[in-house]
């Protein structure tokens, strides 16, 4: 059954389907459970939660609580699952709504990764940068923003300057953790990154960047660039593949062109889970994924930033304070492809963020620790303040 319509009590729903199946029911010798369709390649936890949710509705209308629900994806793969492993989560975040429902002044925003995809970001980001919210300091959690506002940390300044002798004074928050939720604020608060002390890993030379483009709906890669030696000075070359077919070709004829030894950087997943489909489908050098290099992660671990960092966007407005969508928005790749100028769109964007991860590598992973110790808490209080 196509879009049925679920209504119980104060919820509603509209499953994509409904399967018919036997067995007995409110509406006589069979009863149904909910398939929905999705345009994703793998189950993500909110699509879970959301035929969670439908088929505890459904359970309700058809007296009869139905034992699996079912996600089809992009590739007509059907993943099903056992609704009770999921009936607690589902019964948490209802229970979340209606409490929302019930009292929406209660309701807090907090700086998250979704955020940047949000409608309500203007609002909430003027909100939390008012009130100096906690949840401005990279590395916050809801529990520990809980935990020190209960000890009257409440603000960003108080946190730059929260040095608690005891367990007690601290909430038992791990003192490691309650050392970098404070670089944190004073990073806030000078409005750059504080490069960490930290030990020296293998240099990192020679190496490239290597970067692409997707369209994730389509599971395909729409651009793929490689910038050698990795700097902003390093030579910048790309690729267009036209189809599915060509991808593979385009990154062994960047790699070509690239010192067989070099490490090659790349940011975050998309990369190396790419490679690892393709290379499934041939006969790959297995030489070759072992130079991989994860630039997110090491970026991640060398620095503390001013606002909390999830996607490549927030390392280069929080790490170097440029605008991260000067040349377009990764995500609206696809939409370019019809343009005229797709070709130019494409390769100024691969190029522009290749060129912030050379800078990003130059000023976060190559630079000497930022010398802040000596001055303590104050020192950068006074540097944040107007003059
Ligand atoms: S911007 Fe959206 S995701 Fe972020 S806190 Fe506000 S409502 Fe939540």
Same mark, same amino acid.
């Given at each position: 059954?196509?879009?049925?319509?679920?209504?119980?009590?104060?919820?509603?729903?509209?499953?994509?389907?409904?399967?018919? /199946?036997?067995?007995?029911?409110?509406? =006589?010798?069979?009863?149904?459970?909910?398939?929905?369709?999705?345009?994703?390649?793998?189950?993500?936890?909110?699509?879970?939660?959301?035929?969670?949710?439908?088929?505890?509705?459904?359970?309700?209308?058809?007296?009869?609580?139905?034992?699996?629900?079912?996600?089809?994806?992009?590739?007509?793969?059907?993943?099903?699952?056992?609704?009770?492993?999921?009936?607690?989560?589902?019964?948490?975040?209802?229970?979340?709504?209606?409490?929302?429902?019930?009292?929406?002044?209660?309701?807090?925003?907090?700086?998250?990764?979704?955020?940047?995809?949000?409608?309500?970001?203007?609002?909430?980001?003027?909100?939390?940068?008012?009130?100096?919210?906690?949840?401005?300091?990279?590395?916050?959690?809801? =529990?520990?923003?809980?935990?020190?506002?209960?000890?009257?940390?409440?603000?960003?300044?108080?946190? %730059?300057?929260?040095?608690?002798?005891?367990?007690?004074?601290?909430?038992?928050?791990?003192?490691?953790?309650?050392?970098?939720?404070?670089?944190?604020?004073?990073?806030? /608060?000078?409005?750059?990154?504080?490069?960490?002390?930290?030990?020296?890993?293998?240099?990192?030379?020679?190496?490239?960047? /290597?970067?692409?483009?997707?369209?994730?709906?389509?599971?395909?890669?729409? %651009?793929?660039?490689?910038?050698?030696?990795?700097?902003?000075?390093?030579?910048?070359?790309?690729?267009?593949?036209?189809?599915?077919?060509?991808?593979?070709?385009?990154?062994?004829?960047?790699?070509?062109?690239?010192?067989?030894?070099?490490?090659? *950087?790349?940011?975050?997943?998309?990369?190396?889970?790419?490679?690892?489909?393709?290379?499934?489908?041939?006969?790959?050098?297995?030489?070759?994924?072992?130079?991989?290099?994860?630039?997110?992660?090491?970026?991640?671990?060398?620095?503390?930033?001013?606002?909390?960092?999830?996607?490549?966007?927030?390392?280069?407005?929080?790490?170097?304070?440029?605008?991260?969508?000067?040349?377009?928005?990764?995500?609206?790749?696809?939409?370019?492809?019809? *343009?005229?100028?797709?070709? %130019?769109?494409?390769?100024?964007?691969?190029?522009?963020?290749?060129?912030?991860?050379?800078?990003?590598?130059?000023?976060?992973?190559?630079?000497?620790?930022?010398?802040?110790?000596?001055?303590?808490?104050?020192?950068?209080?006074?540097?944040?303040?107007?003059?």
């Amino acid at each position: 059954m196509h879009q049925g319509v679920l209504s119980a009590g104060d919820r509603l729903g509209l499953p994509d389907l409904l399967r018919k /199946l036997p067995g007995d029911s409110a509406f =006589g010798a069979h009863h149904y459970e909910v398939v929905d369709v999705k345009t994703s390649g793998r189950t993500r936890s909110d699509q879970i939660l959301q035929v969670c949710f439908y088929s505890q509705l459904l359970g309700e209308v058809q007296q009869r609580a139905p034992e699996h629900g079912a996600i089809v994806l992009k590739d007509g793969r059907e993943e099903r699952f056992a609704v009770a492993d999921y009936a607690a989560a589902a019964d948490e975040v209802v229970a979340a709504l209606r409490q929302l429902r019930d009292d929406p002044g209660a309701a807090r925003p907090f700086l998250q990764a979704g955020c940047a995809g949000c409608y309500h970001d203007q609002r909430c980001l003027g909100e939390l940068g008012k009130a100096q919210d906690l949840s401005l300091v990279q590395g916050m959690s809801h =529990g520990a923003r809980a935990i020190l506002e209960g000890l009257g940390c409440r603000t960003v300044v108080d946190l %730059a300057t929260f040095h608690p002798e005891h367990a007690r004074q601290r909430g038992n928050l791990d003192p490691t953790l309650v050392r970098r939720l404070r670089r944190g604020a004073q990073a806030h /608060l000078l409005g750059k990154p504080i490069v960490e002390e930290r030990p020296r890993t293998e240099r990192l030379e020679p190496a490239a960047i /290597l970067h692409l483009l997707a369209d994730p709906y389509a599971g395909r890669v729409l %651009a793929m660039g490689a910038l050698f030696p990795a700097t902003e000075a390093g030579r910048f070359e790309w690729r267009r593949p036209q189809q599915a077919g060509d991808e593979w070709q385009a990154l062994r004829e960047l790699v070509a062109g690239l010192p067989p030894r070099s490490a090659l *950087l790349h940011f975050g997943e998309a990369l190396p889970r790419w490679y690892e489909e393709q290379a499934f489908a041939r006969e790959a050098d297995p030489a070759l994924e072992v130079r991989f290099v994860d630039l997110q992660k090491r970026l991640r671990a060398a620095a503390v930033y001013p606002r909390p960092v999830f996607g490549l966007a927030d390392f280069v407005s929080s790490g170097l304070g440029r605008d991260p969508l000067r040349a377009g928005h990764a995500g609206a790749a696809a939409l370019w492809l019809g *343009l005229p100028d797709a070709d %130019a769109r494409l390769e100024q964007k691969l190029r522009t963020d290749l060129l912030d991860l050379a800078t990003l590598k130059a000023q976060i992973l190559d630079a000497a620790p930022t010398p802040l110790a000596a001055d303590g808490p104050r020192a950068v209080l006074d540097a944040a303040r107007p003059a």
